[in-house]
């Protein structure tokens, strides 16, 4: 059986749909109900702390203090050193 269903999207993802559609030959409709099952079996397999937004949003208070944060540069703390350290050293 199936469901007709309507969405607004972005244009941006509108073109991306349509460009990957006549690059492979897939149906637009094929494309998009793959990448809703897809989506909606990682949100069923994963635990939701490895679920990463495709988009964040942030409040106006938010923004100032990531913008603050990004603009005054800090010391690595002795966890980034050694994350770092434990990267370079192939472990």
């Not at 949003?57 to 966890?79: F, H």
């Amino acid at each position: 059986m199936h469901t007709q269903i309507s969405a607004f999207i972005s244009t941006e993802t509108k073109t991306q749909i349509e460009a990957y559609s006549a690059t492979y030959g897939i149906k637009k409709a094929f494309l998009i109900e793959e990448a809703l099952q897809h989506h909606l079996q990682a949100l069923h397999e994963l635990p939701t702390d490895a679920i990463i937004p495709a988009r964040l949003i942030l409040s106006e208070e938010g923004m100032l203090n990531l913008s603050k944060q990004l603009s005054e540069a800090s010391p690595p703390t002795a966890a980034l050193k050694e994350l770092f350290r434990e990267e370079s050293s192939g472990n």
